[in-house]
């Protein structure tokens, strides 16, 4: 869909053709691969570097901030390039970014959840971080580049703001089946060792296969769904030179127009405007309790709950099926009581699992029905919240890949120093040494789920009293007078503008 003109109104693209369901679905797909890696990345990580491989709690939550540094420095950066590339050739400017990252996830994953090729028993943990990083740092580079560029097509080929909800709840649906595809692959992989004589309940050294053999059948289903998003989205490319800049193309005097004009923001424009940093705030509150929530739901299950290791694949399993099922409400529920509302019941259901989870210490099968909660809960409010992000860029899509990159950077940012945090504050160097150790989990899952919810819920009341709106920039005093002569400066200004 070719971009609206600077100036449009909100509901330019009303009568605009509805984008057909092949394309919808196609475009869908394009974050598949991302989705797959993302789940083992924040599930298993932690829970594969420590016990599986052994390493202690510091390294293993240093490797998870060094990835998630790494994405939040190159995600502003790539948003910038992505918005002033014009692709290549007569490919468009996001898929090319988008091929790339996909390139740099296939060739560097595998190497994250396989045991150091060169290290020893006697070989020292920071030789083993040394041997890790690169591989993470390409592989956060490719998955920036991957979500931004997929990310900023969504205004680009839908304008209505009900499609934009639906569009943004596909790609959500997608990621979600990709959730279920890794902990169904997972939960495959565990019951194929039963027959093995040193198959025991709890993970260990034995399990590296597992994990092996589960990062390679994710990438390959990640390449087979990138391609058909590649064959199957159609971006109209950007000729050098046809991006329209506002600081030299833009009249400063226009002929007595019906209505203001409304300049087109770069990445500058965008750090003035309040509504950016509302929704920043609110993204990275959703971020922080969907990512959390789900990075540390396996050590609750194995070394809180001391439940088998089976769990680690049903339980996030049962999460993303609500979220999955949760997501196609996400339309009519919009429309029915709005934005604002929409996110509030979920943080409201995110609460009811927090409280539960307090209250009720130890649990067995009851398990399951807080992870429907939890898994309902994130799936609201991070579709929601894509959708505000969405409504934020309205019609400056050229800047869109900045604007999701900046998010994106606050919510990587938060989530490495978190993640941290919380490492660091464990009470023992091994997981299962004292009382401490086995409640310390099941306060961390209170605490990312209902604590980041009342922030959440504070930054929502700023966005219901002060809604999301994107101010008009003029051009100011210094700009006028350095480009007009002196006697055509106050005529340019705009009205009531002090000097």
């Keep these: 869909m070719a971009e609206p003109p600077a100036g449009a109104g909100a509901g330019a693209g009303a009568g605009a053709a509805e984008l057909p369901l092949r394309a919808r679905l196609s475009f869908a797909a394009g974050h598949f691969l991302n989705d797959l890696c993302a789940s083992l990345w924040f599930t298993y990580l932690l829970l594969y570097l420590h016990a599986v491989l052994g390493y202690g709690h510091r390294l293993a939550g240093a490797l998870l901030l060094a990835g998630q540094v790494a994405d939040g420095l190159c995600t502003p950066l790539l948003g910038y390039e992505a918005d002033r590339s014009a692709g290549c050739g007569r490919y468009g400017r996001r ?51 991957t979500q931004i560029s997929h990310l900023s097509l969504i205004p680009e080929l839908v304008t209505s ?6 569009l943004t709840a596909f790609r959500y649906a997608f990621t979600v089946m990709a959730n279920i595809t890794v902990y169904g692959l997972a939960w495959l992989l565990l019951n194929f060792q039963v027959d093995q ?29 990138s391609l058909i998003f590649h064959l199957g989205t159609k971006e109209k490319p950007y000729p050098p030179g046809s991006l329209p800049q506002p600081e030299e193309s833009t009249p400063l005097l226009q002929k007595e127009p019906m209505s203001p004009p409304r300049p087109l923001l770069i990445w500058k424009d965008w750090l003035l405007e309040p509504a950016f940093y509302q929704v920043a705030v609110l993204y990275m509150s959703t971020r922080l309790i ?67 989870v307090t209250l009720a210490g130890q649990m067995g099968a009851e398990i399951y029905g807080a992870a429907v909660l939890l898994g309902a809960g994130s799936a609201t409010i991070l579709v929601t919240s894509l959708s505000m992000t969405a409504d934020l860029i309205g019609t400056n899509t050229h800047s869109g890949a900045f604007v999701y990159g900046a998010m994106s950077f606050t919510d990587k940012m938060a989530n490495g120093l978190a993640v941290m945090a919380i490492q660091n504050l464990h009470p023992c160097p091994t997981e299962l040494c004292c009382p401490a150790c086995i409640s310390f989990y099941h306060w961390v899952m209170v605490l990312v789920t209902g604590g980041i919810a009342i922030a959440a819920i504070t930054s929502l009341c700023c966005i219901m009293v002060w809604p999301i709106r994107v101010r008009y920039h003029g051009p100011s005093y210094r700009e006028v007078a350095g480009a007009l002569p002196p006697r055509e400066v106050l005529a340019a200004l705009p009205a009531g503008r002090p000097s």
């Excluded at 020893?120 to 740092?137: G, M, R, S």
């Excluded at 703001?161 to 639906?166: L, Q």
């Excluded at 999955?324 to 029915?336: D, H, Q, T, Y």
């Design 290 to 356: 969907v990512n959390l929530s789900q990075t540390y739901i396996a050590m609750y299950l194995t070394n809180s709950l001391l439940l088998p290791k089976k769990y680690i694949a049903t339980i996030p399993l049962v999460m993303y099926i609500s979220g999955f099922l949760s997501s196609f409400l996400m339309k009519p529920v919009n429309k029915w009581i709005g934005r604002n509302l929409t996110y509030f019941v979920g943080i409201l259901v995110i609460l009811a699992f927090a409280s539960w």
């Design 161 to 166: 703001d009900h499609e934009k909800v639906e």
């Design 95 to 145: 898929k090319s970014w988008h091929l790339a990252g996909t390139t740099c996830v296939l060739v560097s994953f595998p190497f994250i959840f396989n045991p150091c090729l060169a290290c020893k028993e006697n070989t020292p943990q920071w030789a083993a971080f040394i041997y890790y990083l690169p591989f993470i740092v390409i592989f956060q580079f490719g998955w920036a580049a």
């Design 197 to 225: 004589p040193d198959r025991t309940e709890h993970l260990g050294i034995q399990d590296v296969p597992i994990f092996r053999n589960l990062s390679l059948i994710v990438v390959v289903l990640g390449a087979v769904f």
